[in-house]
């Protein structure tokens, strides 16, 4: 894998909480848990067996390979007229936008990047996973789309979707590829919503998912350098995808995945 990208955009802003956010930021409200979260998930070998705790053993590990994120490796960012919002600091230094680079420091993720974006005023509300594979060493197609790569892409929400995106040759003698997704997509209907899952499990007395307090710490852990204001605020419209500085961490990596929310079958890489 080359790769891999976790997007958790909101279209929305604070929503007259601004007074609570001002005490958390994105890093606190989401990354630090819920991502992260989604990060072990995906990275995570096999647990030993079906047990509750051998599920969390597992993703501990995965927890305790992570590296502390870098200053260097982290964009944070505040929406235009989030100071504007009741219960705000004119002056607020808190992050509603952060882009980081995560490294995952074990034998089946070292050097491979982890990259993950959160924020609010995007331009969509979605959650998506992207996973990219390396190119091959030549160019089986016309080479102005050789930096093209395959990718496996999960949408956690608003639906839930898995695909797999490949490049094919398109019909006619010219050796000239395309990308073409395989899509399996399950309609909301078919999904619980987040607490009926939450409160399900907890009558069943099925811990798998919940998080436990040794990887809580590791988590905490590893966001500990980037909290508070080590890393500079930048500013971004509302509607917009965040600070440029966001495009800049991922560049050598062929850019962010934008979420594709609305057709099943529409892919949109970029």
């Given at each position: 894998m080359a790769s891999v990208q976790v997007t958790m955009a909101e279209s929305f802003g604070v929503q007259?909480?601004?007074?609570?956010?001002?005490?958390v930021g994105a890093i606190r409200d989401v990354v630090q848990n819920h991502l992260l979260q989604v990060v072990s998930l995906l990275a995570t070998d096999a647990p030993a067996d079906g047990h509750p705790d051998a599920m969390r053993d597992a993703k501990l590990r995965v927890f305790e390979a992570m590296q502390p994120i870098s200053v260097d490796e982290t964009v944070r960012g505040q929406f235009s007229g989030y100071r504007d919002e009741p219960g705000v600091a004119p002056d607020s230094q808190v992050e509603t936008f952060v882009a980081?680079?995560?490294?995952?420091?074990?034998?089946?993720?070292?050097?491979?990047p982890f990259y993950i974006r959160a924020g609010k005023q995007l331009p969509v509300t979605g959650n998506e996973i992207m996973v990219k594979l390396k190119s091959p060493s030549h160019a089986v197609f016309d080479t102005a789309t050789s930096g093209q790569s395959n990718y496996f892409r999960f949408r956690i929400s608003p639906d839930v979707l898995?695909?797999?995106?490949?490049?094919?040759?398109?019909?006619?003698e010219v050796m000239a590829g395309e990308t073409v997704e395989l899509v399996a997509h399950r309609h909301p209907g078919?999904?619980?919503?987040p607490y009926e899952r939450l409160f399900g499990d907890a009558i069943l007395g099925d811990a798998s998912l919940f998080a436990r307090y040794d990887s809580i710490e590791a988590a905490w852990r590893t966001v500990a350098p980037i909290l508070g204001n080590t890393?500079?605020?930048?500013y971004y419209e509302s509607s917009s995808w965040g600070p440029e500085?966001?495009?800049?961490?991922?560049s050598r990596d062929g850019g962010w995945h934008a979420p594709v929310?609305?057709?099943?079958?529409?892919?949109?890489?970029?």
């Open positions: 007259g909480r601004g007074g609570m956010y001002e005490g980081l680079r995560l490294h995952i420091e074990n034998e089946r993720w070292a050097g491979v898995i695909s797999v995106g490949a490049r094919v040759k398109v019909p006619g078919d999904e619980m919503a890393v500079p605020i930048r500085e966001s495009e800049q961490l991922i929310v609305g057709d099943a079958n529409e892919g949109n890489a970029g």
